[in-house]
């Protein structure tokens, strides 16, 4: 259909036969790649323990899974209850490491510290 122009107030009568297979065939190939085409598998925000943990070792922060059940009795890391079960949001556990991640200290940024440190003496 590449090139077509499809004018809606004209009548299909005024369509030529050919101009009318064109533009059937063009949809039903349209519609067919969407039909065909895989889909990407959805990203869900919901993990359990284990898939938990597999995240958390990607991202740097290796744990047992006592550990995460410890954690999650403090409330020290973000996690939600569903029923008996303990689920965790990969939005809300990013946002989680993100905000326990340090930036490296510049050289002029541990002189000035160490100066502000010795006029406190």
């Not at 190939?29 to 969407?34: F, G, I, N, R």
């Not at 303990?86 to 905000?99: A, D, G, H, K, P």
């Amino acid at each position: 259909m590449d090139g077509i122009t499809i004018n809606d107030s004209l009548p299909f009568a005024a369509l030529t036969v050919g101009q009318a297979k064109e533009i059937i065939c063009g949809l039903v190939s349209q519609e067919l790649k969407k039909a065909v085409t895989p889909k990407e598998k959805p990203v869900l925000d919901i993990m359990n323990i284990d898939d938990t943990l597999r995240f958390l070792k990607e991202q740097g922060l290796p744990m047992t899974k006592a550990t995460l059940y410890n954690k999650t009795f403090k409330g020290t890391i973000p996690f939600k209850r569903v029923g008996k079960r303990v689920v965790f949001s990969r939005i809300e556990l990013s946002r989680y490491l993100e905000s326990r991640t340090t930036q490296p200290e510049t050289k002029s940024d541990a002189a000035l510290r160490l100066s502000e440190n010795v006029r406190k003496r």
